[in-house]
């Protein structure tokens, strides 16, 4: 990994990434609780809200960005995380029975695909493979199909409870890991990108509260 000296063998790698991401959400889990990502070709939205129209493809230049250990493992856990979201959203916009849900959805569906494509930019910035080192592992902040199934066959009108709680769980997962890699990180760039994602998921699950709280 660049910065952090001898190439590492791809079992070894792994496992430093694993170790190092479960130093970060431990990190994460300790602090009292326009951003601009890397140099871009064009000019994008300062910040992605839960109220702005669907996001447009992210830009991010190829100019070599330094990620530590830690950044990398912000990034091949955050992937993940955001994949599993994708598919949930996906099912909350055919079973939710209150549109303000099925509408934060496909919202929250818009941006989630923008930070894929900014995170895997910076992986390759960072000259770093991405690869899923959590698979098979029910890392927290990801939605699995036993969960989705059962959403699929909970009888309508009880739904929109379980979606809540999912959802919840997964934006203020992501919030945590975010803050463990700005308090632990070392590129400036995907610090930049962590507190922009946390700012985005503090307001998701302000416009959640207030979907729950509607009679």
């Known amino acids: 990994m660049p910065g952090d000296g001898?190439?590492?063998?791809?079992?070894?790698?792994?496992?430093?990434?694993?170790?190092?991401?479960?130093?970060?959400i431990v990190t994460a889990l300790a602090v009292a609780g326009s951003l601009t990502l890397?140099?871009?070709?064009h000019s994008t939205p300062a910040a992605?809200?839960?109220?702005?129209?669907?996001?447009?493809?992210?830009?991010?230049?190829?100019?070599?960005?330094?990620?530590?250990?830690?950044?990398?493992?912000f990034l091949q856990l955050m992937i993940p995380i955001n994949e599993s979201?994708?598919?949930?959203?996906?099912?909350?916009?055919?079973?939710?029975?209150?549109?303000?849900?099925?509408?934060?959805?496909?919202?929250?569906?818009?941006t989630h695909r923008v930070e894929l494509e900014e995170m895997r930019a910076l992986l390759a910035a960072g000259g770093v493979a991405e690869q899923n080192i959590h698979e098979g592992h029910r890392m927290?902040?990801?939605?699995?199909?036993?969960?989705?199934?059962?959403?699929?066959a909970a009888p309508p009108g009880n739904r929109?409870?379980?979606i809540t709680e999912l959802l919840q769980g997964h934006l203020k997962q992501?919030?945590?890991?975010?803050?463990?890699?700005?308090?632990?990180?070392?590129?400036?760039?995907?610090?930049a990108f962590a507190a922009r994602l946390k700012q985005l998921r503090s307001?998701?699950?302000?416009?959640?509260?207030?979907?729950?709280s509607t009679p």
């Open 174 to 191: 992501s919030s945590v890991v975010a803050t463990g890699e700005e308090n632990a990180g070392g590129s400036d760039e995907v610090k």
């Open 85 to 110: 979201a994708l598919t949930f959203f996906s099912v909350v916009q055919t079973v939710a029975d209150a549109p303000a849900l099925r509408d934060l959805a496909a919202r929250a569906a818009s």
């Open 140 to 152: 927290p902040g990801m939605i699995f199909d036993d969960q989705l199934a059962e959403l699929r």
């Open 6 to 24: 001898a190439p590492l063998t791809a079992q070894a790698s792994a496992r430093r990434f694993a170790a190092v991401a479960a130093t970060l």
């Open 38 to 41: 890397g140099q871009r070709a």
């Open 203 to 212: 307001e998701q699950l302000t416009e959640l509260g207030a979907i729950s």
């Open 48 to 73: 992605l809200t839960a109220s702005s129209p669907a996001a447009t493809s992210a830009s991010v230049a190829s100019a070599p960005v330094v990620l530590s250990a830690t950044d990398g493992a």
């Open 160 to 162: 929109d409870a379980r």
